[in-house]
């Protein structure tokens, strides 16, 4: 059955029941007029059967006109109970005239009206009244007022979580901020009824429509609230070129206690997905009272770790960075969020070899979150020296004091550009994959790599220069225009990682993991987008210049090399990697010898210990230079 059959088969059930309740009604007050004082004689067949006539008649024409019909009962609310009343009132002007006409049929007419409306009102919200309570438990919702001010916006999404949105904004003990004008269903169920008083004006196929008509009717275009599985992707994509077509602002709208605070959708909303059903206890029982240590804590994800890790109550959390204001910031805000958890921030880098031993001697970590890096790829080929300094041995000797101090787990952030890496970036990652596990082998620490890709506004990502090209007037600046990449949510991509550390318990063991990034996003779309975000049209009122792709850039990226056997984990959205990486007794010198070339800024050496280390960059680059100089 089809939406608009089965609202239409709806609202001929919800207009049957008014009428037959009308109906009944009046039979019933026949009945109890005949058997009072009022009337003398055999009761009046011929009367009640006329009254009853005439009245669904004028019921049915009143309701009709009023529209009673298209009412949602399980959502109804104070509009709906005015607009109920307003058609009895309707009805019983309809039925008067009627009744005045048929006076010398009719028997005590004025007194079987009166007690036919008041019947018949009280089984009209008795009906709607229990169809509350099955829904929602509270049938006396009905009658809670709603306010009339507030910010006028238009809300999108399913039904489910309108319903929500608009019982918390109706209910609300102060009135509400948000006046709510109409409902947008984005599966176009229930097409011309209403949720709680509050007309469905169509689906998403009719949001332009109805955005201008609202726009004529009120003065002013609304704003757009999208909540539930209008937030999607493909949701937010089709809503966010129609808003930005009829000028309209779209705002987010939750479905939570907060569901009266308007927000901007920010470019996370693209990467909506189902929630995940994610097992908390493992996490829990490897951080809770445990010694913790995370280096590059201070950093976009390394600070996320942190929030999330002091949120478990581990008996100490220490943080390691090497830039003073982000270990700051992130020193202040746990002071706030976990004010019972033992914080320790400790400033250094991890290139330094002493400071290191130092940190990890008086933290005892028993988990070791190893963040630090650096990864902005075009700055790394030209700054190749200190990208193998930092991302290589700054791994290396952050698994070395792991293992010195007795460390039971080690976790490795990686990169999808360590996968056939056509960059410095992503070789020192992928390098720095196979020294942690070769490390762990050696000793009795297990040890977690987690491969993902890009964490949106994370520092030096693309969209917190979008969105200064936006703010600036433009124009938004593209590598190419056909470029994709993963891209995941910094709170997502770091519950993930909490959890693939879990994943692995046998000691000396080394495991890869891949986190579940879902489709790659065409850069373009994003500029677009966000654009979008901003109330204005893509090459209209921003314009979008392509300028190339820079040093070390590739077009796609990739999570797993081909020759990579990829295996799902009892976690949702980590999936483990079988990588062998086929390195032999050389490894440690030529490790050793990469490292020392870069501390005494040798490229060219550097270069080639590199490319000998990791192949894949070696045959790589041998094709780009190859490339570059025919």
């Not at 004025?110 to 009209?124: G, Q």
């Not at 070769?438 to 790599?449: H, K, L, Q, T, Y």
Request: with cysteine.
């Amino acid at each position: 059955m089809t939406p608009q059959r089965a609202a239409r088969r709806a609202m001929v059930l919800t207009l049957g029941f008014d009428v037959t309740m009308a109906a009944i009604a009046m039979i019933m007050a026949s009945v109890l007029v005949w058997s009072s004082d009022a009337v003398t004689g055999p009761f009046s067949f011929v009367s009640a059967i006329t009254s009853t006539c005439a009245f669904v008649l004028a019921v049915f024409a009143g309701f009709v006109i009023r529209g009673v019909q298209k009412q949602v009962w399980r959502h109804m609310g104070w509009p709906d109970a005015v607009m109920t009343v307003q058609a009895i009132g309707l009805s019983g002007l309809i039925y008067l005239p009627v009744m005045l006409l048929l006076n010398g049929r009719l028997v005590a007419p004025w007194a079987t009206f009166l007690v036919a409306t008041l019947l018949w009102t009280i089984l009209l919200f008795a009906g709607r009244m229990f169809a509350l309570s099955r829904s929602t438990h509270m049938p006396l919702q009905i009658f809670s007022p709603v306010s009339r001010s507030g910010q006028p916006v238009l809300l999108v999404g399913d039904a489910e979580n309108c319903v929500t949105v608009l019982r918390r904004l109706q209910n609300a003990p102060q009135g509400s901020k948000v006046r709510v004008l109409g409902v947008v269903e984005t599966r176009g169920a229930n097409p011309g009824r209403a949720i709680r008083g509050v007309p469905i004006m169509g689906s998403l196929e009719d949001l332009g429509n109805v955005i201008d008509v609202l726009e004529v009717r009120y003065g002013q275009t609304p704003w757009l609230a999208v909540t539930g599985i209008a937030r999607s992707r493909e949701n937010m994509l089709q809503i966010l070129e129609i808003a930005s077509s009829h000028g309209a602002e779209i705002m987010a709208l939750g479905g939570d206690e907060a569901a009266q605070i308007l927000e901007p959708v920010h470019p996370a909303d693209l990467l909506a997905r189902p929630e995940r059903q994610l097992d908390i206890a493992p996490v829990r029982s490897i951080v809770t009272s445990a010694n913790v240590l995370v280096t590059g804590g201070g950093g976009t994800i390394g600070a996320e770790l942190t929030r999330q890790v002091a949120a478990l109550n581990p008996a100490c959390l220490t943080i390691l960075d090497a830039s003073e204001f982000n270990l700051y910031s992130i020193d202040m805000a746990l002071g706030t969020e976990a004010p019972d958890v033992q914080i320790m921030s400790r400033l250094g880098d991890v290139r330094d070899v002493s400071r290191l031993a130092d940190v990890f001697q008086r933290a005892q970590p028993d988990l070791v979150i190893h963040a630090a890096a650096l990864k902005h790829v075009p700055l790394m080929e030209h700054n190749l020296c200190e990208a193998i300094l930092t991302n290589v041995g700054g791994a290396v000797n952050a698994a070395r004091a792991a293992v010195a101090v007795g460390a039971r787990r080690f976790v490795f952030i990686s990169t999808d550009k360590a996968v056939d890496p056509d960059n410095v970036m992503g070789a020192t990652k992928r390098l720095a994959e196979i020294a942690v596990s070769r490390i762990a082998a050696d000793s009795r620490m297990s040890a977690s790599m987690v491969r993902f890709g890009n964490v949106l506004g994370s520092s030096g990502s693309v969209v917190p220069l979008f969105e200064r090209q936006i703010a600036a007037g433009g124009p938004v600046t593209l590598t190419d225009p056909g470029v994709t990449r993963y891209f995941m949510t910094v709170e997502e991509a770091s519950s993930l990682v909490l959890q693939a550390a879990g994943l692995q318990a046998l000691e000396g063991a080394a495991e890869l993991f891949v986190l579940d990034m879902g489709e790659p996003i065409p850069i373009l779309q994003l500029a677009e987008t966000m654009i979008r975000l901003k109330g204005l049209v893509p090459g209209v009122d921003i314009e979008i210049v392509t300028t190339g792709l820079r040093d070390g850039e590739k077009m796609h990226e990739a999570l797993t090399y081909r020759h990579e056997e990829v295996s799902p984990t009892t976690v949702d959205g980590v999936n483990r990697v079988a990588s062998p990486n086929g390195h032999g007794e050389l490894f440690e010198k030529q490790l050793a010898a990469l490292l020392e070339a870069a501390g005494r800024r040798d490229r060219g050496e550097a270069l080639r210990l590199l490319g000998v280390l990791v192949p894949e960059y070696g045959a790589n680059r041998a094709v780009r230079d190859q490339r570059h100089s025919a």
